[in-house]
């Protein structure tokens, strides 16, 4: 279930990551506090020394103030060096909370994380923008040690001259504020840009997987232009929140100068008129000169806070988005005979199916619109309920129950299946173990597949290299290699889409043969307009729109329907 994460908020996830590593928060906070405390102390132990050692010219005090002055360098030295190493874990440890939150939704047996996203995009949430919600735990030690800094130094001044710390006081909230709002555009603007910018990612992810059949095509020139156009979208973006950036950056550091500026004025109108010392002067104009690093911080923290909000949004529309399917608390699939039952089936294009597959039957099935063999499948594999109807397994419904105990029976083996990085061996055990027994498996079913040529063809055999996407192979071997994975995961039923499609007639009517018997017994789907596949089953059911037409042995089929022969045969 997502009860977990239903209602999850863009704020949410933001307090969450602090919230989840509020130990190294708390530890980077006080240390970065005292590193700013003690920076600030430096401009006032130098005005110290001025007054007390140089002006009276004794050596032991200026010893004294100068050995007082290296054990506060010492101490801010250190704290910020363990104080930016716990922030930063901090950062690190929730941006990995993220992703592996992010990646248990993507994985979820429910599905639906994908749904209007391009995986590409999913893979930017999962790594830019978990880094910018992360990012947040660094920046919030330094944020809160900036506020340390200038009450600190608003302290000493008071000390010094009232006016001085009444000026620094009340003057400092408004430019926080000013930051605060001048923040928000960039906030917006960095929302889009991390959209846009995730969407040209999958845009050029799903372009690199299809290159080859590009080529193929001669459509390489569609594919820059749209790669362009979306690309061109994203600069702009990216554009539009650099202007917002720069603006905010401007204000910000004007403002602070101003500010700065104003306090060093007062103190040195102050110093002339004898109501403070001359080392009191030296103090309060590197105090002055100190207050910009801590309000720079303010405004970086603004500033990544926003970007982090914005983040934080996009990572929770994720793990917020709805199941594709049901998820309910029926009970799991127990010892599978392999019957299936649809009634009144509706997904889709497909209407009122109604269809008894009995448990070992290999049934042929020839949906003659492409829209009406998917939404078949997506059924079966459980990527999404029917609108109406019933699909029961055993006389269990497979809607309420548990969607991976479902498809641990019911493995529907799509069309374009993909193979993965790794050794052809690796590729076709992928879902049946591992072991001698699961290598031994492997191997007939590779020989079944008619998919033994390509370990032959292979450095090193079954432990041969296919590469990423199965790059090194060709179409008809990627299909053979995915039909022998689909075998070797050896479920007790089997729904096969179109799996010979590239492959010569030869070696299908060799697949067909060899299919029919390796899976004796079990109960088989095979969704397919090839006459091979089709003439080695036990009966064919044809489907249209309005459900299942007509139902035969091919054979038949092919003597009395017309429709059929000009589908089958054509």
Known sequence: MLTADEAVTGRAVLRGAI???????????????????????????????????????????????????????????????????AAERAAENSAHDLRLRLTRRVLHPGGGADAGRLSGELVNIATEDAKRVGAANLVLPFGIAAVVAVLVSAVILLTVSVPLGLL?????????????YVSRPLERRSGVEQERAA?????????????????????????VDRYRGTSQASLLATLRTARAFAMQGGVVEASAGLFIALVALVGGRLAADGVISIGQLVA????????????????????????????????????????????????????VRGALRLRGLRHGPLRGVDLDVAPGELVGIVA?????????????????DPEAGTAELDGMPLVGADPTATRTAVLVAAHDAVLFGGTLLENVTAAG????????????????????????????????????????????????????????????????????????????????????RVREGRTTLVVTTSPALLAATDRVVVLDVDGVR?????????GSDAGYRETVLS
């Open 19 to 85: 919230r989840s590593q509020r130990r190294d928060v708390s530890i980077g906070s006080l240390l970065a506090s005292s590193h700013q405390a003690g920076e600030a102390l430096v401009p006032v132990l130098i005005g110290v020394v001025i007054d007390t050692a140089v002006t009276s010219g004794s050596i032991g005090l200026l010893a004294l103030w100068i050995a007082v002055l290296a054990v506060t360098f010492a101490v801010l030295s250190y704290s910020y060096r363990f104080g930016a190493r």
């Open 168 to 180: 620094v006081l009340p003057g400092t909230p408004p430019l926080l504020l000013l930051t605060h």
């Open 199 to 223: 969407h040209a990612s999958g845009v050029a992810a799903d372009l690199v997987v299809g290159l080859r059949v590009l080529k193929g095509l001669g459509a390489e020139r569609a594919a």
């Open 284 to 335: 309060t104009v590197g105090l002055a000169l100190f207050l910009m690093a801590p309000l720079q911080s303010a405004g970086w923290m603004t500033l990544e806070f926003a970007q982090a909000r914005a983040s934080a949004t996009r990572v929770a529309a994720v793990l917020s988005s709805p199941p594709a399917v049901a998820v309910g608390t029926g009970p799991d699939v127990g010892p």
């Open 368 to 384: 003659p619109s492409p829209a009406v063999a998917a939404a078949l499948l997506a059924c079966l594999a459980r990527e999404a």
């Open 433 to 516: 173990g591992t072991g001698p027994a699961a290598e031994l498996l492997a191997t007939q079913m590779l020989a079944v597949a008619a998919a033994d040529e390509v370990a032959d063809a292979l450095p090193g055999g079954v432990h041969g290299t296919v590469g990423e996407q199965g790059s090194s192979l060709s179409g008809g071997q990627r299909q053979r290699v995915a039909l022998a994975r689909a075998l070797t995961a050896d479920r007790p039923v089997l729904v096969l889409h179109d799996p010979t499609t590239a492959v010569d007639s030869v070696t299908e009517s060799r697949i067909a043969d060899a299919l029919r």
């Open 550 to 558: 007509r139902s035969g042995r091919h054979a038949d089929l092919v």
